[in-house]
């Protein structure tokens, strides 16, 4: 006799549609980095608590820990502009509370170190010139 599987969800959660790498893609798309948050080199992550309502429409979304210098508002735009799919029941449209991280962190890029070296260049004068008489040549060297 075949054992049948009678365990059954209590609760259909509203699902992204894609699954959670099209929500970290979307996530990655739609998130600007704040400019006040660009300009201290703010980095971090953005904890938001919101509810999904049976037609799959974000609501009611807050921050329960944020970073501040902008991020905190970039990150509940972005939430509420998610679109989950429809969650019913037993027949029933349901509401359910979802939690999300979204995390700030700047692009890391190849630093440029500039090292002025201002001297004077030591010039071979020959027998046949003369000296300058600006004092001589000067340069700097750019190293990188």
Do not use: W
């Not at 009678?6 to 600007?32: C, M, S, V, W």
């Not at 429409?57 to 991020?71: F, L, N, Q, R």
């Amino acid at each position: 006799m075949k054992e049948q599987n009678t365990e059954k969800k209590f609760i259909d959660l509203p699902e992204y549609p894609g699954g959670k790498k099209a929500l970290q893609e979307f996530i990655r798309t739609n998130l600007k980095y704040p400019k006040e948050a660009l300009e201290k080199r703010i980095e971090g992550t953005v904890h938001v608590k919101y509810r999904v309502d049976g037609l799959g429409k974000v609501i009611s979304a807050e921050v329960t820990h944020g970073i501040g210098y902008g991020c905190d508002e970039e990150a509940l735009r972005v939430v509420r502009a998610m679109k989950y799919g429809r969650a019913k029941n037993r027949g029933v449209r349901v509401t359910a509370s979802m939690r999300t991280k979204i995390t700030f962190k700047l692009a890391e890029t190849a630093t440029i170190k500039y090292n002025y070296v201002a001297g004077k260049k030591n010039t071979e004068t020959s027998k046949k010139q003369e000296p300058k008489k600006d004092g001589g040549t000067y340069g700097y060297t750019i190293s990188f």
